[in-house]
């Protein structure tokens, strides 16, 4: 029973790292390939002064906002000779509402020129693409459908049909030009076709409405009631492609030196690498506390066990047992005891790491959200576990051994 106990003690240790560890990776493996599906480690977004903090650091220097350049054809040139990059995309933004027949929805739009479709990953499920020279056609997103409403009555409508249905933009403007102030608003409407669909992604894309370049600027244009907006503001963002994904760190730097903000979600991705790393080594101590635990209880295992063989010890000297076969009998014991310990870890540790898996799917499904396993056990944590308990079980049974190995043949056979 004793042995038992011991032998759980060391079961219980490597489970909690096996456990904690795959969960870890699970979660890391999850958020990292997230990442990589809302943007491509080949991308650089470079942002406007309208857009993100009011500052951003790198190297320990920092550029004001004010002292960030806009986002205009000059810009667009500047990037483009950067050595590496393959092409620089305009991006301009606007929040409109949509209409069909008699139903509509608010939704962010993202104007984006046609051939550029391929690099931002737009992959459409039903319809087609948007094509060189479209100007009045829209793609929207898997969910899109989803939030329209009914205008008179403002119920929700599930399952509308939009794929080649005919639509209407509609943009409001302050109207500062008119004496009467009690209507101080105009709208103005733009007809286009949805003539596409989105694949579902499970991000914020699938609520995204995708419009041709020249028309997010002539809506924009109108809503500012600035022809010239552009040279005054420039687009929203830039999104930079560039050849080889080794390249982005130094172009977000040359970028950044230009003047401009950049970011990309390698770095994204590398920097919450390091933060799981940090958080893989504080779980993988919090494990090896257990197999410490477990480690003093092999050797108190292994000191009562000396204590009720000491006769039997005595009989092996005297039979011819050297102090080293002594030894080596008793470290197989503790290295039993840890081997042992470390198949029984590892099997209930991917016990519990798959329920712990079940239930978090179970819960995210229940939140509407797309299901994706949180654990991730790779061969070599398998490994890594039943080798730390073989050296747990290993180091713990030294000292007892060696006591074991120092009894006099004499003092052992006259121990009752």
Known sequence: MRTFLTTLGVIIGVAAIITLLSIAFGFEESITTSLE???????????????????????????????????????ISEI???????SVIPILSINEEIEVGRYSTRTSMTGIESEYSDALN?????????????????????????????????????????????????????????EDTEDTTETKSWRVTIIGIMEESGSEDDYQVYIPLVLAEDIKKWELDAPDFLDDDGYDRLIVIVNDSGMVDTLVGEIEDLGYRAFSFLQIIESLNQTFVIIQIVLLGIGAIA?????????????????????????MKVIGASN?????????????????????????????????????????????????????????????????????????????????????????????
């Not at 650089?44 to 205009?72: C, H, N, W, Y």
């Not at 108190?300 to 009989?315: A, D, H, K, V, W």
């Not at 470290?331 to 029984?344: D, H, K, P, Y």
């Open 37 to 75: 599906n809302i943007g491509n480690v080949n991308q650089i977004t470079v942002s406007g002064p309208r857009q993100g903090p009011g500052m951003f650091v790198r190297g320990g220097g920092g550029i004001a906002q004010s002292e960030i350049k806009i986002l205009d054809e000059d810009a």
């Open 80 to 86: 483009s000779e950067l050595e590496g990059v393959v």
């Open 122 to 178: 737009i992959t459409i499920a039903k319809g087609r693409e948007l094509r060189r020279n479209d100007k009045d056609v829209v793609i929207v997103g898997y969910r899109v459908d989803d939030t329209f409403q009914e205008k008179k009555t403002g119920k929700y409508i599930e399952d509308l049909e939009l794929i080649g249905k005919k639509a209407e933009i509609i943009a409001t403007r302050n109207n500062t030009s008119g």
């Open 291 to 315: 197999l410490i635990v477990a480690a003093l209880g092999i050797i108190n295992t292994m000191l009562m066990s000396i204590m009720e063989r000491t006769r039997e010890i005595g009989i």
């Open 324 to 416: 080293r076969d002594v030894i080596h009998i008793f470290l197989m014991e503790a290295l039993g005891i840890g081997f042992l310990g470390g198949i029984g870890g590892v099997i209930l540790g991917f016990v519990v790491a798959n329920i712990v898996d079940m239930v978090a799917g179970m819960y995210i499904t229940q939140q509407g959200a797309s299901v994706q396993s949180i654990v991730s056990m790779p061969l070599w944590l398998v490994i890594f576990a039943i080798g730390f308990a073989l050296l747990i079980g290993l180091v713990s049974g030294v000292y007892p051994a060696q006591k074991a190995a120092a009894l006099s043949p004499v003092e052992a056979l006259r121990h009752e």
